[in-house]
T-cell receptor, first 115, second 114 residues
Framework: DVKVTQSSRYLVKRTGEKVFLECVQDMDHENMFWYRQDPGLGLRLIYFSYDVKMKEKGDIPEGYSVSREKKERFSLILESASTNQTSMYLC??????????????FGPGTRLTVL | AQTVTQSQPEMSVQEAETVTLSCTYDTSESDYYLFWYKQPPSRQMILVIRQEAYKQQNATENRFSVNFQKAAKSFSLKISDSQLGDAAMYFCAYRSVNNNDMRFGAGTRLTVKP
C-alpha cells in the first residue's frame, strides 16, 4: 500500500514565523501535491511537483513556497505565517499522468493554527 | 478550467438505507477521470470509487456505485445499506487525461443515523 506521511498532525505557530510542513511518500511516485482544505471550499491546490526540483503553481500559491530535493519528499514553506493561513494542509502523491487513473494518495493532514 | 460542484453540503441517512450524493462538473474534454474520495472524521482521505469517462458502464465497489451521465456531466455516488462507518466527508474529483492535478468539489458531509 502507498504510504504518505506528514511530519505533524497539529501545529501551532505565531504570526510572522517561518513554517515548514514535510511530506514523504514511499511508493516512488513522480507527482506530489500540497492542498489546503477549508470548510465549504473543498481542497484547493497550492503547489505540485512532477519531478525532483520541479514545481508548478496551483490555484492559491501566494504566501507559500515548496521544495523538492528528493523524489520521496515534498516540503511546503510558509515564509511568514499569517492568521489567514490557519487551515488543514493535505499532501498527496500520484504516478505520472500517463499511468491510467493516476489517483492521488493522501497523507493524514496537518492542522495548522497561526496565532 | 474545469470546475466540480457538489450541491449538497450535508446529507443524512438512516442506517441500512440508501443515499445518493450529487456531483456535477464542467468540462469541454471528451476523455477524463472521475473519483469519489471519503474523509472520515480525523482520518486520512481514501479513494472510494473511480470512473473513466469513455467507459459507459457505471463503476461499482461493493456497496458503493456511481451513476455516470456523461451528457449531463453528472457523477453521483450511491451508498447502499449505509453503515455507521460511512459517516464522513465525501469529495468528488475530476482529472483530465493528460494533466497531473485534480479538481475537487467542496464536499458533502454525510451523517449516518443509527
Amino acid at each position: 500500500d502507498v504510504k504518505v506521511t506528514q511530519s505533524s498532525r497539529y501545529l501551532v505557530k505565531r504570526t510572522g514565523e517561518k513554517v515548514f510542513l514535510e511530506c514523504v511518500q514511499d511508493m516512488d511516485h513522480e507527482n506530489m501535491f500540497w492542498y489546503r482544505q477549508d470548510p465549504g471550499l473543498g481542497l484547493r491546490l497550492i503547489y505540485f511537483s512532477y519531478d525532483v526540483k520541479m514545481k508548478e503553481k496551483g490555484d492559491i500559491p501566494e504566501g507559500y513556497s515548496v521544495s523538492r530535493e528528493k523524489k520521496e519528499r515534498f516540503s511546503l514553506i510558509l515564509e511568514s505565517a499569517s492568521t489567514n493561513q490557519t487551515s488543514m494542509y493535505l499532501c498527496a502523491s500520484s504516478l505520472y499522468a500517463g499511468w491510467s487513473y493516476n489517483e492521488q494518495f493522501f497523507g493524514p493532514g496537518t492542522r495548522l493554527t497561526v496565532l | 478550467a474545469q470546475t466540480v460542484t457538489q450541491s449538497q453540503p450535508e446529507m443524512s441517512v438512516q442506517e441500512a438505507e440508501t443515499v445518493t450524493l450529487s456531483c456535477t462538473y464542467d468540462t469541454s474534454e471528451s476523455d477524463y477521470y472521475l473519483f469519489w474520495y471519503k474523509q472520515p472524521p480525523s482520518r486520512q482521505m481514501i479513494l472510494v470509487i473511480r470512473q473513466e469517462a469513455y467507459k459507459q458502464q457505471n463503476a461499482t465497489e461493493n456497496r458503493f456505485s456511481v451513476n455516470f451521465q456523461k451528457a449531463a456531466k453528472s457523477f453521483s455516488l450511491k451508498i447502499s445499506d449505509s453503515q455507521l462507518g460511512d459517516a464522513a466527508m465525501y469529495f468528488c474529483a475530476y482529472r483530465s487525461v493528460n494533466n497531473n492535478d485534480m479538481r475537487f468539489g467542496a464536499g458533502t458531509r454525510l451523517t449516518v443515523k443509527p
